[in-house]
Protein backbone atom coordinates (compact mmCIF):
# COMPACT_ATOMS: atom_id res chain seq x y z
CA UNK A 1 0.00 0.00 0.00
CA UNK A 2 1.12 3.82 -0.37
CA UNK A 3 -0.70 6.66 1.11
CA UNK A 4 -2.61 8.72 -1.56
CA UNK A 5 -2.11 11.99 -2.64
CA UNK A 6 -5.75 12.90 -1.59
CA UNK A 7 -7.37 11.69 1.41
CA UNK A 8 -11.51 11.44 1.15
CA UNK A 9 -13.56 12.80 4.36
CA UNK A 10 -13.90 8.92 5.42
CA UNK A 11 -9.97 8.08 4.85
CA UNK A 12 -8.54 10.70 7.10
CA UNK A 13 -8.07 8.14 9.69
CA UNK A 14 -5.48 6.46 7.76
CA UNK A 15 -3.57 9.90 7.39
CA UNK A 16 -1.94 9.67 10.75
CA UNK A 17 -0.25 6.10 10.07
CA UNK A 18 0.49 6.56 6.73
CA UNK A 19 2.57 9.29 7.60
CA UNK A 20 4.08 7.18 10.94
CA UNK A 21 4.66 4.65 8.27
CA UNK A 22 6.80 7.04 5.53
CA UNK A 23 8.73 8.35 8.85
CA UNK A 24 9.85 5.24 9.77
CA UNK A 25 10.74 3.66 6.40
CA UNK A 26 13.19 7.10 5.70
CA UNK A 27 14.88 5.82 8.54
CA UNK A 28 17.53 3.84 9.08
CA UNK A 29 17.15 0.19 9.06
CA UNK A 30 17.48 -1.34 12.92
CA UNK A 31 15.85 -4.26 14.44
CA UNK A 32 13.49 -2.23 16.41
CA UNK A 33 12.41 -0.11 13.29
CA UNK A 34 11.45 -2.86 10.86
CA UNK A 35 8.92 -4.60 13.75
CA UNK A 36 7.44 -0.87 14.33
CA UNK A 37 7.04 -1.12 10.60
CA UNK A 38 5.67 -4.48 10.47
CA UNK A 39 3.18 -3.30 12.99
CA UNK A 40 1.82 -0.39 11.67
CA UNK A 41 1.45 -1.59 8.21
CA UNK A 42 -0.54 -4.42 10.01
CA UNK A 43 -2.92 -2.15 11.71
CA UNK A 44 -3.09 -0.11 8.26
CA UNK A 45 -3.98 -3.12 6.42
CA UNK A 46 -7.26 -3.54 9.31
CA UNK A 47 -8.21 0.36 9.29
CA UNK A 48 -7.64 0.39 5.52
CA UNK A 49 -10.27 -2.74 5.33
CA UNK A 50 -12.42 -1.51 7.78
CA UNK A 51 -12.93 1.88 6.28
CA UNK A 52 -14.26 0.47 3.36
CA UNK A 53 -16.34 -2.00 4.48
CA UNK A 54 -19.78 -0.26 5.71
CA UNK A 55 -19.38 2.99 2.69
CA UNK A 56 -22.72 4.23 1.91
CA UNK A 57 -23.40 4.31 -1.95
CA UNK A 58 -22.76 8.00 -2.24
CA UNK A 59 -19.30 7.58 -0.43
CA UNK A 60 -18.72 4.45 -2.73
CA UNK A 61 -19.07 7.02 -5.68
CA UNK A 62 -16.93 9.39 -4.00
CA UNK A 63 -14.31 6.49 -3.99
CA UNK A 64 -14.66 5.73 -7.46
CA UNK A 65 -14.02 9.54 -8.11
CA UNK A 66 -10.86 9.35 -5.99
CA UNK A 67 -7.74 11.08 -8.05
CA UNK A 68 -5.38 8.35 -7.75
CA UNK A 69 -7.56 5.36 -8.83
CA UNK A 70 -6.06 3.24 -11.71
CA UNK A 71 -7.48 5.23 -15.18
CA UNK A 72 -7.40 2.50 -18.42
CA UNK A 73 -4.00 3.59 -19.42
CA UNK A 74 -2.83 2.23 -15.90
CA UNK A 75 -4.36 -0.89 -16.27
CA UNK A 76 -3.32 -1.42 -20.01
CA UNK A 77 0.58 -1.16 -19.16
CA UNK A 78 0.18 -3.27 -15.94
CA UNK A 79 -1.68 -6.18 -17.59
CA UNK A 80 -0.91 -6.10 -21.12
CA UNK A 81 2.27 -6.16 -23.31
CA UNK A 82 3.09 -4.83 -27.00
CA UNK A 83 0.44 -1.74 -26.40
CA UNK A 84 0.43 0.29 -29.81
CA UNK A 85 -2.37 3.04 -29.40
CA UNK A 86 -4.00 3.94 -32.45
CA UNK A 87 -5.53 7.65 -32.47
CA UNK A 88 -8.71 9.22 -34.79
CA UNK A 89 -12.25 8.56 -36.23
CA UNK A 90 -10.61 9.17 -39.33
CA UNK A 91 -13.79 11.83 -39.94
CA UNK A 92 -13.11 14.88 -37.81
CA UNK A 93 -10.29 14.01 -34.58
CA UNK A 94 -9.02 12.62 -32.01
CA UNK A 95 -10.94 12.36 -28.97
CA UNK A 96 -8.35 12.07 -25.81
CA UNK A 97 -11.00 10.79 -23.86
CA UNK A 98 -11.51 7.34 -25.14
CA UNK A 99 -8.39 5.65 -25.47
CA UNK A 100 -7.76 1.94 -27.72
CA UNK A 101 -5.06 0.14 -29.87
CA UNK A 102 -3.74 -3.26 -30.41
CA UNK A 103 -2.20 -5.10 -27.67
CA UNK A 104 -1.62 -8.65 -26.32
CA UNK A 105 -2.99 -10.12 -23.18
CA UNK A 106 -2.35 -13.48 -21.43
CA UNK A 107 -0.54 -14.32 -24.77
CA UNK A 108 -3.57 -13.39 -26.77
CA UNK A 109 -3.47 -10.26 -29.20
CA UNK A 110 -5.96 -8.31 -28.26
CA UNK A 111 -7.75 -5.24 -28.82
CA UNK A 112 -8.39 -2.94 -26.09
CA UNK A 113 -10.84 0.25 -25.54
CA UNK A 114 -11.15 2.48 -22.55
CA UNK A 115 -11.97 5.72 -21.48
CA UNK A 116 -9.31 7.87 -20.19
CA UNK A 117 -10.04 11.12 -17.62
CA UNK A 118 -6.29 12.23 -17.19
CA UNK A 119 -3.73 12.39 -13.76
CA UNK A 120 -2.79 16.24 -13.76
CA UNK A 121 -5.36 19.15 -14.30
CA UNK A 122 -3.49 19.54 -17.80
CA UNK A 123 -4.58 16.42 -19.04
CA UNK A 124 -7.86 15.99 -17.36
CA UNK A 125 -8.24 19.17 -19.49
CA UNK A 126 -7.12 17.65 -22.51
CA UNK A 127 -8.78 14.38 -22.72
CA UNK A 128 -12.37 16.55 -21.44
CA UNK A 129 -12.45 14.73 -18.01
CA UNK A 130 -13.11 11.39 -19.67
CA UNK A 131 -16.05 12.48 -20.62
CA UNK A 132 -16.06 11.51 -24.62
CA UNK A 133 -17.18 13.69 -27.80
CA UNK A 134 -18.47 11.68 -31.07
CA UNK A 135 -15.15 11.72 -32.29
CA UNK A 136 -14.59 8.98 -29.48
CA UNK A 137 -17.06 6.78 -29.93
CA UNK A 138 -16.01 7.11 -33.68
CA UNK A 139 -12.64 5.94 -33.22
CA UNK A 140 -14.02 3.27 -30.82
CA UNK A 141 -16.38 1.75 -33.29
CA UNK A 142 -13.22 1.25 -35.94
CA UNK A 143 -11.29 -0.16 -33.03
CA UNK A 144 -14.28 -2.51 -33.11
CA UNK A 145 -14.18 -3.22 -36.42
CA UNK A 146 -10.57 -3.60 -36.41
CA UNK A 147 -10.90 -6.62 -33.99
CA UNK A 148 -13.96 -7.87 -36.36
CA UNK A 149 -11.32 -7.90 -39.38
CA UNK A 150 -8.54 -9.68 -37.47
CA UNK A 151 -10.35 -11.76 -35.41
CA UNK A 152 -8.82 -10.62 -32.08
CA UNK A 153 -11.28 -10.30 -28.95
CA UNK A 154 -11.69 -7.14 -27.31
CA UNK A 155 -11.41 -5.81 -23.85
CA UNK A 156 -12.68 -2.52 -22.59
CA UNK A 157 -13.33 -0.44 -19.63
CA UNK A 158 -15.14 1.57 -18.66
CA UNK A 159 -14.46 5.05 -16.38
CA UNK A 160 -17.18 8.32 -17.21
CA UNK A 161 -19.62 10.15 -15.55
CA UNK A 162 -20.98 10.49 -19.21
CA UNK A 163 -20.91 11.39 -22.40
CA UNK A 164 -20.08 15.09 -23.07
CA UNK A 165 -22.84 17.12 -23.11
CA UNK A 166 -21.69 20.03 -24.99
CA UNK A 167 -23.26 22.01 -28.03
CA UNK A 168 -20.70 21.32 -30.29
CA UNK A 169 -20.86 17.51 -29.55
CA UNK A 170 -24.88 17.41 -30.16
CA UNK A 171 -23.84 19.31 -33.55
CA UNK A 172 -21.60 16.55 -34.43
CA UNK A 173 -23.83 13.59 -33.79
CA UNK A 174 -23.63 12.33 -30.18
CA UNK A 175 -26.49 10.16 -29.88
CA UNK A 176 -26.03 8.67 -33.37
CA UNK A 177 -22.06 8.33 -32.54
CA UNK A 178 -23.39 5.87 -29.15
CA UNK A 179 -26.01 4.24 -31.06
CA UNK A 180 -23.27 3.07 -34.06
CA UNK A 181 -21.13 1.53 -31.13
CA UNK A 182 -24.01 -0.32 -29.17
CA UNK A 183 -25.13 -1.54 -32.56
CA UNK A 184 -21.23 -2.59 -33.22
CA UNK A 185 -20.15 -4.47 -30.16
CA UNK A 186 -24.01 -6.13 -30.25
CA UNK A 187 -23.23 -7.46 -33.34
CA UNK A 188 -19.29 -8.10 -33.06
CA UNK A 189 -17.88 -11.30 -33.97
CA UNK A 190 -15.60 -11.34 -31.29
CA UNK A 191 -15.62 -12.47 -27.49
CA UNK A 192 -16.24 -8.66 -25.52
CA UNK A 193 -15.11 -8.21 -22.16
CA UNK A 194 -16.04 -5.42 -20.09
CA UNK A 195 -14.83 -3.58 -16.96
CA UNK A 196 -16.24 -1.17 -15.12
CA UNK A 197 -13.13 0.46 -13.24
CA UNK A 198 -14.57 3.91 -11.82
CA UNK A 199 -17.81 5.25 -13.10
CA UNK A 200 -20.23 4.01 -15.55
CA UNK A 201 -22.60 6.82 -16.44
CA UNK A 202 -25.78 6.12 -19.00
CA UNK A 203 -25.26 5.72 -22.46
CA UNK A 204 -21.60 7.07 -22.61
CA UNK A 205 -20.18 4.53 -20.31
CA UNK A 206 -22.89 1.80 -22.20
CA UNK A 207 -21.34 2.40 -25.62
CA UNK A 208 -18.60 0.47 -24.45
CA UNK A 209 -20.50 -2.36 -21.97
CA UNK A 210 -21.83 -4.06 -24.55
CA UNK A 211 -20.51 -7.04 -24.12
CA UNK A 212 -20.45 -11.06 -23.45
CA UNK A 213 -19.23 -10.23 -19.96
CA UNK A 214 -19.35 -7.42 -17.66
CA UNK A 215 -16.96 -7.19 -14.93
CA UNK A 216 -16.91 -4.69 -12.23
CA UNK A 217 -14.71 -3.36 -9.30
CA UNK A 218 -16.15 -3.36 -5.99
CA UNK A 219 -16.17 0.45 -5.57
CA UNK A 220 -17.03 1.49 -9.16
CA UNK A 221 -20.77 2.51 -9.97
CA UNK A 222 -22.54 2.51 -12.74
CA UNK A 223 -25.94 3.78 -13.60
CA UNK A 224 -28.65 5.41 -15.75
CA UNK A 225 -27.43 8.83 -14.65
CA UNK A 226 -24.94 10.25 -12.02
CA UNK A 227 -26.44 11.10 -8.69
CA UNK A 228 -25.97 14.77 -8.69
CA UNK A 229 -27.99 14.73 -12.08
CA UNK A 230 -30.58 12.52 -10.69
CA UNK A 231 -31.01 15.04 -7.73
CA UNK A 232 -30.93 17.94 -9.86
CA UNK A 233 -34.30 16.38 -12.05
CA UNK A 234 -35.79 14.00 -9.23
CA UNK A 235 -35.43 17.05 -6.08
CA UNK A 236 -34.96 20.01 -8.39
CA UNK A 237 -32.59 21.01 -6.39
CA UNK A 238 -28.76 19.56 -5.75
CA UNK A 239 -27.35 19.19 -2.12
CA UNK A 240 -24.87 17.14 -0.61
CA UNK A 241 -27.52 15.51 0.50
CA UNK A 242 -29.67 14.75 -1.98
CA UNK A 243 -26.98 13.63 -4.02
CA UNK A 244 -26.59 10.75 -1.29
CA UNK A 245 -29.74 9.82 -1.86
CA UNK A 246 -30.01 9.75 -5.68
CA UNK A 247 -26.91 7.35 -5.17
CA UNK A 248 -28.88 5.28 -2.71
CA UNK A 249 -32.18 5.10 -4.89
CA UNK A 250 -30.29 4.58 -8.40
CA UNK A 251 -28.62 1.19 -6.64
CA UNK A 252 -25.50 1.75 -8.74
CA UNK A 253 -22.96 -0.33 -6.91
CA UNK A 254 -21.18 -3.30 -7.64
CA UNK A 255 -23.63 -5.52 -5.62
CA UNK A 256 -26.48 -3.99 -6.71
CA UNK A 257 -25.84 -4.29 -9.87
CA UNK A 258 -24.62 -8.47 -9.80
CA UNK A 259 -27.81 -8.78 -7.84
CA UNK A 260 -30.01 -7.32 -10.95
CA UNK A 261 -27.60 -9.64 -12.76
CA UNK A 262 -26.50 -6.27 -14.79
CA UNK A 263 -22.71 -7.41 -14.23
CA UNK A 264 -21.71 -10.61 -14.54
CA UNK A 265 -19.05 -10.79 -11.97
CA UNK A 266 -17.85 -8.14 -8.66
CA UNK A 267 -13.86 -8.29 -8.68
CA UNK A 268 -13.59 -7.60 -5.03
CA UNK A 269 -10.06 -4.24 -4.45
CA UNK A 270 -7.78 -4.07 -2.34
CA UNK A 271 -8.07 -2.89 0.99
CA UNK A 272 -8.89 0.82 1.33
CA UNK A 273 -9.33 0.82 -2.77
CA UNK A 274 -7.69 0.34 -5.74
CA UNK A 275 -5.59 3.69 -5.54
CA UNK A 276 -3.79 2.07 -2.60
CA UNK A 277 -2.52 -0.75 -4.00
CA UNK A 278 -2.61 -0.45 -7.67
CA UNK A 279 -0.01 -3.21 -8.33
CA UNK A 280 -2.78 -5.27 -6.35
CA UNK A 281 -5.88 -4.47 -7.85
CA UNK A 282 -4.34 -5.01 -11.55
CA UNK A 283 -3.83 -8.68 -11.16
CA UNK A 284 -7.10 -9.50 -9.58
CA UNK A 285 -8.69 -7.84 -12.84
CA UNK A 286 -5.59 -9.20 -14.63
CA UNK A 287 -7.20 -12.70 -13.55
CA UNK A 288 -10.67 -12.04 -13.82
CA UNK A 289 -10.20 -10.30 -17.42
CA UNK A 290 -8.60 -13.94 -18.23
CA UNK A 291 -10.47 -16.01 -16.82
CA UNK A 292 -13.49 -15.04 -18.45
CA UNK A 293 -11.96 -14.39 -21.75
CA UNK A 294 -10.35 -17.99 -22.10
CA UNK A 295 -14.30 -19.43 -21.70
CA UNK A 296 -15.61 -17.19 -24.79
CA UNK A 297 -12.79 -18.38 -27.09
CA UNK A 298 -13.96 -21.91 -27.17
CA UNK A 299 -17.43 -20.44 -28.01
CA UNK A 300 -18.77 -20.40 -31.93
CA UNK A 301 -19.15 -16.70 -32.81
CA UNK A 302 -22.88 -17.34 -34.17
CA UNK A 303 -23.10 -18.16 -30.43
CA UNK A 304 -21.76 -15.44 -28.72
CA UNK A 305 -24.14 -12.81 -30.64
CA UNK A 306 -26.89 -14.72 -29.61
CA UNK A 307 -26.05 -14.75 -26.22
CA UNK A 308 -24.89 -10.87 -26.08
CA UNK A 309 -28.38 -10.02 -28.01
CA UNK A 310 -30.47 -12.14 -25.07
CA UNK A 311 -27.83 -10.90 -22.47
CA UNK A 312 -29.38 -7.66 -23.30
CA UNK A 313 -33.14 -8.49 -24.12
CA UNK A 314 -33.21 -9.86 -20.65
CA UNK A 315 -32.29 -6.44 -18.59
CA UNK A 316 -34.97 -5.60 -16.17
CA UNK A 317 -37.51 -8.68 -16.64
CA UNK A 318 -35.51 -10.01 -13.44
CA UNK A 319 -34.86 -7.74 -11.33
CA UNK A 320 -34.68 -8.38 -7.20
CA UNK A 321 -37.47 -6.74 -5.14
CA UNK A 322 -37.05 -3.15 -3.93
Known amino acids: ?42 AQRRLARDLVRGLS ?8 RHPDRPSTLDYVRRLCTQFVELHGDRRFADDGAVVGGLARFAGRAVVVVGHQRG ?24 LFELAARFGRPVLTFVDTQGAYPGIGAEERGQAEAIAA ?19 GGSGGALALA ?11 WYSVIAPEGCASILFRRLTPETAARSAALLHLTAED ?39 LARRPVRTLVARRHARYRRFGTDLPPA
Not at 181 to 199: D, N, T
Not at 265 to 294: I, K, Y
Open 257 to 295: LAAAKVVDEVVREPGGGAHRDPAHAAARLGRALERHLEE
Open 181 to 199: SLAALAGLGVPVVCAVIGE
Open 57 to 64: PWERVQLA
Open 119 to 142: RTQAERIARNFGMARPEGYRKAVR
Open 1 to 42: MHPPSTYLAFERPLAAIDGEIAALAGRRATGRTAERLRRLRA
Open 210 to 220: VADRVLMQEHA
